[in-house]
């Protein structure tokens, strides 16, 4: 999908935000009905006590539209023709079981990159990369400098942990892709994906190698 390139205002990001915290994690306890994709209907979501008032429909198109790393989706529901709007990952919702995801089975992928900080990697170094309150880890298929990234990475991250796709699929270790191009992994039954799939660990900016396995 082509995006429209557009300035955000403070009402867009304060938009995008309560949009990626509803719908990721807050919808039950806000009391949004959400459906087993991740899917809330518009107009509910435009009552909540953060937008009311202050938004629109339009709005929502619009941020869904031009935001830079195609969090969201909007669809019209295929039995109501109600317009619905879901994030495409990052979810810790447990109702949300089946959000478009598309498994990976081969190893189709030369990059596969976490991002992450200095603070985190000694911890990191010992147990692996957590999914922690959510439901997979989250993967780049290429670095900052890869024009063709558009999710996965935050910008000021410190070191890269890049993955050996093969081996782990190999040791049967799920992978999937959400519909905004993100690699992402349940990891093992505790939420791990270990350290033995690490290929090599490099700082961002330097590129000096932390970790590199033999």
């Not at 869904?64 to 990052?90: I, S």
């Amino acid at each position: 999908m082509e995006m429209a390139i557009r300035i955000w205002n403070s009402r867009d990001i304060h938009l995008s935000k309560s949009l990626s915290w509803l719908l990721r994690h807050g919808a039950i306890k806000e009391g949004l009905k959400i459906s087993s994709e991740g899917y809330v209907d518009v107009n509910s979501i435009l009552q909540h006590k953060s937008l009311r008032g202050r938004f629109n429909k339009a709005d929502v198109e619009r941020v869904v539209q031009t935001n830079d790393k195609q969090r969201f989706h909007l669809r019209a529901n295929p039995q109501t023709g109600v317009l619905e709007v879901k994030a495409n990952q990052g979810h810790s919702l447990p109702q949300v079981t089946n959000a478009g995801l598309v498994q990976i089975i081969e190893p189709k992928y030369t990059t596969v990159v976490h991002g992450t900080y200095l603070k985190c990697w000694q911890q990191i170094k010992l147990d692996g990369l957590s999914r922690m309150s959510r439901q997979h880890i989250h993967f780049a298929k290429g670095t900052l400098e890869d024009s063709s990234v558009i999710s996965g990475l935050r910008k000021n991250i410190e070191i890269y942990i890049f993955i050996d796709l093969k081996k782990a699929l190999k040791d049967g270790i799920e992978f999937f892709e959400s519909e905004n191009q993100v690699v992402l992994c349940p990891g093992n039954r505790d939420g791990y994906l270990k350290p033995k799939y690490f290929s090599k660990v490099i700082k961002v900016q330097s590129g000096m190698i932390l970790f590199k396995y033999v």
